[in-house]
């Protein structure tokens, strides 16, 4: 069975930093393309960032460039989010997944509707 499970998700500070984690199982997804988005309530699922099956040249949304750093471990099949200068705005169910449709894929897609796997979620809250 394929799992992507999160993990590291909380309560923080404005200010403070949080690390997520997605741990993969049931294959590998050393060769594809891993994203992590977010959707807070009364919103749409939203684009966070997204990491070639390399590791070389990760996307970001606008608002979280300079704060936010994604990161893989192709070895522990593990993808990280790294989050810094937290904000209030960031508040949200953070989501993992995973876009197994191209092998080795060069351009990185930001729709939820391209990726196919997809972890149950963890909650972020900052307060102000």
């Known amino acids: 069975q394929v799992q992507l499970v999160e993990s590291g998700g909380g309560l923080v500070q404005a200010g403070g930093s949080l690390r997520l984690s997605c741990a993969a199982s049931?294959?590998?997804?050393?060769?594809?393309?891993m994203g992590w988005f977010r959707q807070a309530p009364g919103k749409e699922r939203e684009f966070v960032a997204a990491i070639r099956w390399s590791g070389v040249n990760p996307d970001y949304t606008d608002s979280v460039k300079g704060r936010f750093t994604i990161s893989r471990d192709n070895a522990k099949n593990t993808v990280y989010l790294q989050m810094n200068s937290l904000k209030p705005e960031d508040t949200a169910v953070y989501y993992c997944?995973?876009?197994?449709?191209?092998?080795?894929?060069?351009?990185?897609?930001?729709?939820?509707?391209?990726?196919?796997?997809w972890g149950q979620g963890t909650q972020v809250t900052v307060s102000s």
């Open positions: 997944a995973a876009d197994v449709s191209r092998f080795k894929a060069t351009v990185l897609r930001t729709s939820p509707y391209d990726y196919e796997y």
């Open positions: 049931g294959r590998t997804f050393n060769f594809y393309t």
